[in-house]
């Protein structure tokens, strides 16, 4: 099976492997050989036996790759984030004090900058920031950070945590969502959280089936950056998912049951016949992957490294590459 990779990272990696000696790389190639014919679960594990944990981003809109690496590939291989950066701050802001907390749990750092937390509910304009000391178990937070790495600036971050509990008096954060990634096209406050909860449930329910990445528009958004020809007349959201089998209608129904489970606003506006079912449009493997790599190309000041997948589309532009992707993949078939 041949390797994705670009010409450069490939030119690199066959220059590193060429310098092992012969006998130990033909060595290995038999024992990879040997693992790759028992199958991949659990392949990492038999691959490297020692290998205590992976570090990555494992929580929020990332969960899926996680769970989809924990179920087959790396099966009793922990996956850590054991920090959470911020280029404004040149560094860390929180970390993971492995053995107490969850992999998934950070503990502020103090010294990387000034922290004040806005509640989740309370606007930006006039709002009364908190401080460390102030938050309390169990709510939700804005994060607003000020730095002086680059001169005295302070930062609206939009990522919203949860506290989770305290490490002596420092408040244990668990990453929940992006506070500007919401569906909100009646007033239904629909949060990136929302939409990962309800995909992770409704995954739970398709056997054997990995869903490597989706996204998610709204009928509205859609229409509006495109063309008359999607559905303005019915408010809905339009899931484009990329999956390893081909998803039915039971499968689009799961999904939509999940969500009215996770978000009681979707629920009440989906019984009052403001929102309509959910729109499920499977696309084809590898679509993301060249949504990314087009992402990349327009943004020449993004790194690979630095993309995150967006679960809630609303940037037109992106919604237009989005839809001209999706329709282009169907003028092949």
């Given at each position: 099976?041949?390797l994705n990779?670009?010409?450069?990272?490939?030119?690199q990696l066959n220059?590193?492997?060429?310098?092992v000696n012969?006998?130990?790389?033909?060595q290995?190639s038999s024992?990879?050989r040997?693992?790759f014919?028992?199958?991949?679960?659990?392949?990492?594990?038999?691959?490297?036996?020692?290998?205590?944990s992976i570090v990555?981003?494992?929580s929020?809109?990332?969960q899926i790759?996680?769970?989809?690496?924990?179920n087959?590939?790396?099966?009793?291989?922990?996956i850590?984030?054991p920090?959470?950066?911020?280029s404004e701050t040149?560094?860390?802001?929180?970390?993971?004090?492995?053995g107490?907390?969850?992999?998934d749990?950070?503990?502020i750092?103090?010294?990387t900058g000034?922290?004040e937390?806005?509640p989740?509910?309370?606007?930006?304009?006039g709002?009364?920031?908190?401080?460390?000391?102030?938050?309390e178990l169990?709510?939700?937070?804005?994060?607003?950070?000020?730095t002086q790495?680059?001169g005295?600036l302070r930062?609206?971050?939009?990522d919203?945590f949860?506290v989770?509990?305290?490490?002596y008096?420092v408040?244990?954060?668990?990453y929940?969502?992006?506070?500007n990634?919401m569906?909100?096209g009646?007033?239904e406050?629909?949060?990136?959280d929302h939409i990962?909860?309800?995909?992770?449930?409704a995954?739970?329910l398709?056997n054997?089936?990995?869903?490597?990445d989706?996204m998610v528009?709204?009928?509205?958004?859609l229409?509006d950056?495109?063309d008359?020809?999607?559905?303005?007349?019915?408010?809905r959201?339009?899931?484009?998912?990329e999956a390893?089998?081909t998803?039915k209608?039971?499968?689009?129904?799961?999904?939509?049951k999940?969500?009215q489970?996770v978000?009681?606003?979707?629920l009440?506006?989906?019984?009052?016949?403001?929102?309509?079912?959910?729109?499920?449009?499977q696309v084809?493997?590898?679509?993301?992957?060249r949504?990314?790599s087009?992402?990349?190309d327009?943004?020449k000041?993004?790194?690979s490294?630095?993309?995150?997948?967006?679960r809630i589309?609303?940037?037109?532009?992106?919604i237009v590459?989005?839809?001209?992707?999706?329709s282009?993949e169907l003028?092949?078939?």
């Open positions: 099976m041949a990779l670009e010409d450069d990272v490939r030119t220059r590193q492997l060429q310098s012969p006998a130990i790389r033909a290995r024992e990879c040997v693992e014919e028992r199958g991949f679960d659990g392949i990492v594990h038999r691959l490297w036996p020692h290998i205590p990555a981003i494992s929020g809109a990332m790759y996680k769970n989809n690496l924990s087959r590939y790396t099966k009793g291989v922990p850590i984030s920090v959470f950066a911020a040149g560094g860390i802001v929180a970390v993971n004090l492995t107490h907390m969850p992999d749990h950070l503990v750092h103090p010294g000034f922290f937390f806005i989740v509910g309370e606007g930006w304009d709002a009364e920031t908190l401080f460390l000391e102030q938050l169990g709510k939700d937070y804005e994060l607003v950070l000020s790495v680059t005295l930062y609206r971050m939009y919203v949860k989770t509990g305290f490490y008096q408040p244990i954060l668990e929940r969502f992006r506070h990634m569906l909100d009646v007033g406050r629909v949060t990136e990962v909860e309800a995909i992770t449930a995954v739970s398709w054997e089936t990995i869903v490597r989706y528009i709204s009928s509205t958004t229409s950056a495109v008359s020809s999607e559905n303005t007349q019915n408010y959201y339009v899931w484009f998912i390893t089998r998803l209608s039971e499968d689009g129904q799961d999904l939509e999940s969500l489970k978000s009681q606003d979707y009440r506006f989906r019984t009052l016949g403001t929102i309509e079912s959910i729109d499920l449009r084809p493997l590898g679509f993301f992957a949504y990314k087009k992402v990349l327009l943004n000041l993004t790194f490294g630095q993309f995150k997948m967006p589309l609303s940037n037109p532009d992106r590459l989005v839809h001209s992707l999706y282009d003028n092949l078939i």
